[in-house]
Structures are given as structure tokens and as C-alpha cells.
């Protein structure tokens, strides 16, 4: 009986050091998977903080685009003589600034450690549906159209003293201009206004997207930042 009895305690001792061998053990592992969660949050916030700073550097600039757009639509509606500084309108309402930056997308292969199963959804769309899609915004077909029709009815101004186009130094005039080669013409022409109704069309249609997609990267971090405890800067 007293053998019996030995036995039993040693087999519970046993049973207790291999249950805390084993919450130890569980214990480090979930640390471990903590630190490589955090850290993969802290590297997708600041990749997603990066993506911001173009996000919206790209959308200052098609509202800047958007903005000549407007000028040269009320001067042509109120038949108003040629301005020098309309060159650069000219210039700035058919640029296309998507080449000008490419989407980070390495937060993608991190998501799968992210133990909250909402926010790592919610970062997954962000990633394959939201930011992949922005840089496709393509219109080839008007593209040519634009091309074609400024070499024939433009002459090109540049002056290189006077700024660039540069994703971070866009509030600078631009390098180059386009001046008609006859103003009062390109007032009337149904061809340049067809032109110039289908950027505004494009160029509203990218505003939209760029104003959803930075207002899901904002809400996105924001989320990380209540998670984690992480400034996303």
C-alpha cells in the first residue's frame, strides 16, 4: 500500500514538472509568435506610412491637374485671349503621375502571422485589392490621342530653372509647357474638347479612388495603432 502510494506521488510530481515543462514551453512559443506579429505590424505600418506619403503626393497632383483643367474650361467658355502662364495648364492637364511611384507591397507575405483574424483580413484587401490596383489606371487608347494631337497643335516650352514634376518636389512650376499654335482655333475645337472632357473623366475617376484608398490605409493603421500600441510614422 505504502509502494502504492510512493508510486502515485512520483507519478504526480512527474505529471506536474512535465505540465509546467509544457506551459513553459507554450509560454515561449506565444511569446515568440507575439514579438514576429509585432514585428511584421511594425513593418507593414511603416511600409503603409510610406505608401501614404505618395498616396497623397499623388493626389495633390491631380488635383493640381484638376485645377488647370478648370482654368482652361472657364477661359474657353468666356472667350478670353491667350495668358502666357496657360502654357503650363496646357502641360499640367494631361499629365498622368501613376509612373511616378510604385505601390510597396511586401506587407503582404507578413499578414499570416497576425493572430487577429479581422485585422489581418483587413490588411490582406488593403494590400491585394485596394493599393494593387491603383497603379493599372491606364486610358492607352486617349493616351495616343493626347500625343498625337499636341504634337500637332502645340509647341513645347521648356525652361529647366524653373522646377520639375519629381513625385516629392511638385508644388515648383513645371519644367515644360505647351503653347497652341493657335489659341483662338483650340477654343473651338470639338476634337480638343472631347479631349479634355474625357481627362476630366479620368482624372475624377483616379481622385475617387486615391481619396477611398488613403481613407482605408489611414483606418488600417489606426487599427494597427489600437492592436499593437505602435505609432504608424
Known amino acids: 500500500m505504502k509502494t502504492q502510494t510512493k508510486i502515485n506521488i512520483a507519478i504526480g510530481v512527474v505529471a506536474t514538472i512535465l505540465l509546467f515543462v509544457f506551459m513553459t514551453y507554450k509560454q515561449v512559443e506565444k511569446g515568440k509568435h507575439k514579438k514576429l506579429e509585432i514585428e511584421a505590424l511594425f513593418s507593414i505600418c511603416y511600409e503603409l506610412n510610406r505608401n501614404l506619403v505618395d498616396l497623397n ?7 493640381k491637374s484638376l485645377k488647370s483643367y478648370k482654368k482652361i474650361d472657364s477661359i474657353f467658355k468666356l472667350d478670353l485671349a491667350y495668358r502666357d502662364e496657360l502654357k503650363y495648364d496646357f502641360y499640367l492637364v494631361i499629365q498622368d ?5 510604385d505601390i510597396e507591397t511586401q506587407g503582404i507575405s507578413r499578414v499570416n502571422v497576425i493572430k487577429d483574424d479581422t485585422l489581418g483580413v483587413n490588411i490582406r484587401e488593403l494590400y491585394k485589392y485596394d493599393l494593387r490596383s491603383l497603379p493599372i489606371i491606364r486610358y492607352s487608347d486617349l493616351d495616343i490621342d493626347i500625343r ?3 504634337q500637332n497643335h502645340f509647341k513645347i516650352f521648356e525652361n529647366k530653372q524653373e522646377g520639375d514634376v519629381s513625385l516629392r518636389n511638385r ?3 513645371p519644367s515644360k509647357g505647351y503653347k497652341p499654335n493657335d489659341f483662338e482655333r483650340l477654343k473651338n475645337d470639338p476634337h480638343y474638347r472631347s479631349i ?3 481627362l476630366l473623366k479620368r482624372r475624377n475617376h483616379k481622385i475617387n479612388m486615391y481619396k477611398q484608398t488613403i481613407h482605408k490605409v ?3 493603421m489606426r487599427r494597427i495603432e489600437n492592436y499593437t500600441g505602435i505609432v504608424c510614422i
Open 97 to 101: 503621375y501613376g509612373s511616378y511611384f
Open 218 to 220: 489611414e483606418k488600417t
Open 171 to 173: 508644388n515648383k512650376l
Open 148 to 150: 498625337e494631337y499636341y
Open 57 to 63: 503626393s499623388e493626389l495633390s497632383s491631380d488635383m
Open 196 to 198: 479634355l472632357d474625357k
